[in-house]
């Protein structure tokens, strides 16, 4: 049997799992709330911990309100400029940036403002990213569909820890970057094993509190960053997840809130969607995984619409 790292020795308690919010902007650079207002809203969502993520404008500050552990981070950004099939096409790489609360262990001083810039192909944001891995943090891809990021743009980056899934700015402003499932499985096709999550990259206080992760963690900085590393967390816009596990039969289960249908995804056939009957709903869901597969990840929606992504279990 094996576990989704999410739900090892949880035994279906959720509510031990941490909140958090991985994407956000202040006044520090585009976004139109305080950090102070940005925190405090969270702090009253219920969230256990919080990434302030402004552009090129490295955070470790928790301004004085210690409700909430702050995550040390920015988005690193390059414009990309270049010759696609012959047309000229202007789109870009933003990748939030997360590292130790220890600035021993961090290359970014607080305020830390690094240049932007131009890129003519992945290759080059490589030694961005590179740059950036130095220092000691990690990083994930963030809204491709926003950015005019197709896999081919993206599939050679290496040492990126995780990809978005859902971005709420994206989704409110252009209804985009709603489910980026699909250029997902196209990584994990690829062998990279990137965790995918929700975020809200919120501007202003209505994107805020939209998508997150809950994370199988202590609450301090180094616990989070481990656990975020190592898959130990799903994302959701509102239902919860208690358990995913496949078993000694290849039978993957998941147990989560009530919801309309659970789809689980292994890149090599068609979605397998499980939906209890009409006007029911599910709190369990189970399907076999084909025996070629080498993960399965599950997605579940409530009646509201509202999904949550699960990281994959490899096999
Ligand atoms: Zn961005
Ligand atoms: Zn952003």
New binding site residues.
């Given amino acids: 049997m094996i576990r989704q790292a999410a739900f090892e020795g949880m035994n279906g308690n959720e509510q031990k799992m941490l909140k958090g919010a991985l994407?956000c902007h202040t006044t520090r650079s585009d976004g139109k709330s305080t950090p102070e207002e940005v925190i405090a809203q969270h702090a009253a969502a219920g969230y256990d911990f919080l990434a302030i993520t402004d552009?090129r404008n490295y955070n470790y500050s928790d301004f004085g309100d210690h409700s909430i552990t702050i995550i040390p981070g920015m988005?690193q950004?390059r414009n990309f400029i270049s010759e696609r099939e012959g047309d000229w096409c202007s789109h870009?790489f933003?990748s939030?940036c997360l590292g130790p609360a220890d600035q021993e262990r961090n290359g970014y001083r607080q305020d830390e403002r690094p240049e932007g810039g131009y890129v003519k192909n992945q290759a080059e944001f490589q030694q961005v990213l590179d740059e950036v891995h130095r220092r000691g943090n990690i990083t994930f891809l963030?809204?491709p569909r926003?950015?005019c990021l197709f896999p081919r743009d993206f599939d050679r980056l290496e040492g990126i820890w995780a990809m978005e899934l859902w971005?709420t700015?994206c989704v409110m402003d252009d209804d985009i970057d709603r489910d980026n499932g699909d250029y997902w499985d196209e990584m994990l096709m690829q062998g990279k094993r990137w965790a995918g999550v929700a975020v809200d990259?919120g501007h202003c206080p209505d994107q805020n509190c939209k998508g997150w992760v809950r994370v199988n963690s202590g609450n301090d900085t180094d616990a989070i960053l481990s656990a975020l590393q190592r898959g130990a967390f799903y994302s959701s816009c509102g239902p919860e997840i208690y358990d995913f596990y496949v078993d000694d039969d290849r039978c993957a289960h998941i147990a989560c809130s009530p919801c309309v249908h659970a789809q689980f995804y292994t890149g090599i056939q068609h979605c397998i969607m499980v939906r209890p009957e009409a006007g029911d709903t599910l709190e369990s869901a189970r399907n076999h995984v084909n025996s070629h597969a080498g993960y399965v990840r599950c997605v579940v929606t409530d009646r509201e619409g509202r999904k949550a992504w699960t990281n994959p279990v490899f096999l």
Avoid: A, K, L, T
């Fill in positions: 994407h552009h988005e950004d870009c933003h939030v963030c809204h926003w950015s971005n700015g990259d």
